[in-house]
């Protein structure tokens, strides 16, 4: 059983107005504040000691569970060792070794790894060396990207633009020129409480042709999309859905990248959903999961003809002017091969496949409560709609997620009015049940 650990009393801060939070609603936080102290495996713990059960792994990210030990002591051990060092013109052990780790988890050729500290980084990254590569085989012309309506790729200029969400992209003005957008695969009169994927929807992916027409072949770069839209409340891809996309990317010669901020590392039963869904994209974008959350870190995944297109000329000409500062951190780097070598250890991918069908079957059980207009659910991935209120949309999922908190002891996501699902991978059949006692209790008491 977990136990919360050890806090002083420099946990609870006295003054909560200079921190401006992101995506928070700051002045309903500060008037009743959702504080946790302290996190061990699956529960967060409150100043006071409280248990929060979490069902969202943090932020989608905690796959291996929170504070785990060999993550703890690999990430204290480095920081003795190596606090910092440059991966500009020069480097550090473990970087290769991590890049190496993970490009033998990618499928197919995807063999060189481009590391950065975020999801919104690895997108704005993978943009920009799609536009470099097409300049490098001499198609300058190539600079337009489409993304997806309902799409999440981050909050950078570049992501915020091939982003689908609304209110993510209204604030902002008119972002990046040359941007379009394939519609939602998401239709719930077709798709209503899907369990895995859909049936209904793969002809969707012929949107991208009739863009193509529109654009001309030669003007577009690449098209990103998510596997699995996910901070839209869990959007499962229709079957063929994807494997049509890459056949009309691949007719077209347009880059197709899959953002795997959220799928990647175990959150539907494979280090990739690429591998799923049997689609070897050009590019992978990665973050979250490759830590478990503990230090920030993400990445792009380039398959061999990308990189190599970069390696000509003189070889002491850097080859892509792009980086970070703190890309391939040493205690990212060390974070990261612990965490490789726990989801490995503890055959969490394997566990994740095993467990789908439990936390379905458990997730489908809300069916029929009032208020419930729509589940999906696939991997260990859950979204559901709630009804919302007429005259204040959001509300409804605003005040499940606050009674979650305080009054029923469990953590999740919403997105609108929709609650967003997705437990940390070493989740068991019993805290499945309890995830999901807890969450009917609370649609029932919002209804």
């Known amino acids: 059983m977990a136990t919360a650990p050890k806090i002083s009393s420099s946990s609870v801060p006295n003054d909560l107005a200079p921190f401006w939070m992101p995506f928070t609603a700051n002045r309903s936080f500060k008037a009743r504040p959702r504080m946790v102290a302290s996190a061990k495996d699956m529960h967060y713990f409150t100043p006071e000691g409280r248990k929060i059960i979490d069902a969202s792994a943090g932020l ?40 190496s780790r993970i490009a033998a988890l990618a499928p ?18 993978a943009m920009k060396i799609a536009l470099a590569y097409h300049r490098a085989k001499g ?6 990207f489409i993304g997806r309506e309902r799409g999440y790729h981050g909050v950078g200029f570049g992501g915020t633009a091939i982003g689908g969400m609304v209110a993510n992209r209204k604030q902002f003005g008119a972002l990046l020129a040359g941007v379009d957008h394939l ?74 990248v899959f953002d795997e901020v959220i799928t990647g590392y175990g959150r539907l039963g494979h280090a990739f959903a690429a591998e799923r869904y049997g689609v070897v994209p050009d590019m992978i974008c990665f973050a979250k999961g490759i830590t478990s959350g503990s230090v920030p870190m993400g990445g792009v995944i380039a398959r061999k003809g990308i990189h190599d297109a970069f390696m000509t000329g003189p070889d002491h000409v850097i080859e892509l002017f792009h980086g970070y500062t703190y890309s391939a951190h040493p205690l990212a780097c060390a974070a990261g091969l612990a965490t490789l070598d726990l989801y ?41 709609d709630l009804a919302s209120k007429p005259d204040a949309v959001g509300k409804r999922g605003y005040d499940a997620m606050e009674s979650g908190f305080h009054d029923h002891g469990i953590m999740f996501r919403t997105s609108g009015d929709a609650i967003a699902m997705s437990p940390p991978l070493i989740v068991t059949e019993d805290q499945i049940d309890e995830i999901i006692s807890k969450v009917a209790a609370i649609i029932k008491q919002g209804a």
Request: charged content about 25%; hydrophobic content about 40%; aromatic content about 8%.
């Open 60 to 99: 989608w990210c905690t796959n291996a569970g929170h504070n785990r030990q060999p993550i703890v002591e690999a990430i204290q051990k480095q920081a003795a060792e190596l606090d910092f060092s440059p991966t500009f013109q020069f480097g550090h052990p473990k970087a290769f070794e991590l890049a």
């Open 139 to 144: 198609n300058a012309s190539r600079v337009r």
């Open 108 to 125: 197919a050729d995807l063999d060189h790894v481009f590391f950065c500290n975020s999801g919104s980084e690895a997108d704005d990254t």
């Open 344 to 384: 490995r250890d503890e055959n969490l991918f394997e566990r994740a496949r095993k467990l789908e069908p439990v936390w379905a079957d458990a997730v489908m059980s809300l069916k029929g409560l009032p208020g419930v207009l729509d589940i999906r659910v696939v991997g260990l991935m859950a979204g559901i």
């Open 183 to 256: 519609q939602s695969t998401y239709n719930r009169a077709e798709q209503a409480f899907s369990v895995g994927e859909p049936d209904w929807g793969e002809h969707l992916a012929d949107e991208l042709d009739r863009l193509v027409a529109l654009h001309d072949a030669s003007t577009i770069a690449a098209v990103f999309v998510e596997p699995v839209s996910g901070s839209t409340a869990v959007l499962p891809p229709p079957k063929g859905y994807l494997k049509r996309l890459r056949q009309i990317c691949d007719k077209h010669g347009i880059l197709l």
